[in-house]
């Protein structure tokens, strides 16, 4: 892939809000005053208890929604709408079940306008870059097996090189085994493309394994408590995953869940 | 299809036909009551042979496919807009059902009245009882698309025109054609309705012939078979059409 200059593909969000209407009208508060700067080619884990919000500040960093408050800038700029600088891979691999695995690869080169010619070019790129048999890749997406599924939602992701890699819990569906092998796939490619990578996981071992720092999100409305140095040098390895400093991240990353009281309802002066 | 899967549908043929056959021997009715299966036999290959079913074929045959042409059209583009606009569905349906739930016997003396007996009045006929179902088939169609889908299309800064053609038309594909499967086999319906209402050409003016001035009862039958068979090769057009465009998934 193109090596972007360094600083490229940095995120700040500042001061930033969103609430959803609810039924009755009111508005429902997701996420509160989130300050968060990831600088360009950096990796974080968002983890947080379900429904803090983490999904929804990943689809406003992908400019899928607008914030009530507060601003999301890539490379300094206001994010106003999606982007092509910025892919997004899907809890789900969300693949378009008429169509071939090679012509959902390609389906963001096609919707670009790129001509035949090139997107076939890109596409064996994107096999290769995320490991994708090509005999595979004239499949329909119901042919194929969960893992090779989100292998193809991570080439089309990259497809057209995004400076921002946004991972809603990729890999939460496979087996621990396979996520694993993706979670270190994935650091293999990250060193590869330089592309900022923030992946939202609900795994501690996962956000110490691929992160620089693992944030930690309270219950919905969701806020930065914690933003925690994943001090372990990369490239990392599998060996690492026993180090004294794996397990020091993980007690100090559970000790700030547990203050956000991790899976009870939200008590109210928690939020204030 | 191999042979097996053959096997099934020609023994239920011949099933059919024993028993028609039983029916008559056994009630002992006269041929212009219930004419024996080999009788109609001989006339629809005669009744084809000497051209007397020929020009009443084509003329029914065009009808039939040029109002499922107009119907179906004129109902994929309606459907879509049903699906897509609550406001213009609110303000159309009544309408739409109110039509459906005339019946197309009533109404087609008076289609033919203002159409003329000519092919006209048949294609409006035509059109008319397709486009109900295949209205309803898109409108649902449309609407079972994965809001997750256009989520992604969204993401990927997809245009109107891009939705529709990569997403919700795909997507709608199986839906529609299954408004269409009801759509064409209706369309004969609608042909053999309008020519009845008053026409001078087409298979329903043949029956008609057959059963007053010409007594044929035989070439009666052999023109209901031509109906007959007219249905189930349009419906086997539109099912391998399907087969074409949807495939497996």
Request: charged residues 20%.
């Amino acid at each position: 892939m193109n090596s972007t200059a360094v600083g490229r593909g940095g995120i700040q969000l500042c001061d930033l809000s969103f609430a959803f209407r609810s039924r009755t009208g009111e508005p429902l508060p997701v996420l509160d005053r989130v300050d968060l700067e990831i600088p360009g080619g950096g990796i974080i884990a968002l983890i947080g208890p379900n429904g803090c919000g983490k999904s929804t500040l990943l689809r406003v960093i992908a400019g899928l929604l607008v914030p009530a408050n507060g601003e999301a800038l890539l490379d300094e700029v206001p994010i106003v709408g999606p982007d092509p600088r910025i892919g997004l891979v899907f809890q789900e691999p969300r693949l378009l079940p008429w169509r071939s695995a090679a012509d959902n690869i390609t389906y963001p080169l096609e919707l670009a306008g790129w001509p035949v010619e090139r997107r076939a070019e890109r596409l064996a790129t994107l096999t290769e870059l995320v490991g994708l048999d090509p005999a595979v890749t004239g499949a329909r997406p119901s042919e194929l097996s969960g893992g090779t599924r989100q292998r193809v939602a991570l080439a089309r992701a990259l497809a057209l090189e995004p400076e921002v890699l946004l991972l809603d819990e990729p890999f939460s569906a496979l087996d621990a085994l396979t996520r694993e092998r993706f979670d270190f796939e994935l650091l293999r490619l990250w060193e590869r493309s330089a592309a900022t990578i923030v992946m939202v996981t609900h795994s501690i071992p996962e956000g110490i394994l691929v992160a620089d720092r693992v944030v930690v999100l309270s219950p919905r409305p969701g806020r930065v408590v914690a933003d925690i140095v994943v001090e372990v040098p990369r490239p990392r390895s599998i060996a690492d995953l026993d180090e004294a400093a794996v397990s020091r991240t993980a007690r100090e990353i559970r000790a700030h869940l547990g203050d956000t009281d991790i899976g009870e309802t939200v008590p109210a002066e928690l939020a204030s | 299809m191999n042979r097996g899967a053959w096997l099934p549908i020609v023994g239920a043929f011949g099933f059919f036909v024993l028993v028609w056959k039983a029916v008559v021997v056994v009630g002992g009715l006269p041929p212009f009551i219930l004419p024996p299966p080999e009788t109609v036999a001989e006339r629809f290959i005669t009744a084809w042979a000497d051209g007397t079913v020929w020009p009443h074929f084509v003329t029914t045959m065009v009808e039939i496919v040029l109002g499922f042409v107009v119907g179906a059209g004129l109902a994929l583009v309606v459907g879509y807009g049903l699906a897509r606009s609550a406001l213009f569905e609110r303000i159309a349906s009544p309408y739409l059902v109110a039509a459906q739930a005339i019946p197309i016997l009533v109404l087609a003396p008076l289609l033919v009245l203002w159409f003329g007996p000519g092919l006209a009045s048949k294609v409006v006929i035509c059109s008319l009882i397709v486009f109900f179902p295949v209205a309803i088939a898109t409108m649902v169609g449309i609407r079972s698309v994965d809001a997750r889908l256009l989520e992604l299309g969204r993401s990927l800064r997809a245009t109107h025109r891009q939705v529709l053609a990569t997403l919700e038309i795909p997507a709608a594909l199986p839906s529609i054609f299954g408004g269409m499967r009801v759509g064409v086999t209706l369309a004969v319906v609608g042909a053999v309705v309008g020519e009845w209402a008053g026409a001078s050409k087409g298979l329903a003016v043949l029956i008609n012939l057959a059963r007053g001035s010409l007594f044929d009862i035989p070439l009666m039958f052999a023109t209901l078979l031509t109906i007959a068979l007219v249905g189930v090769a349009l419906y086997l057009a539109v099912v391998a059409l399907e087969r074409r465009l949807v495939g497996a998934r």
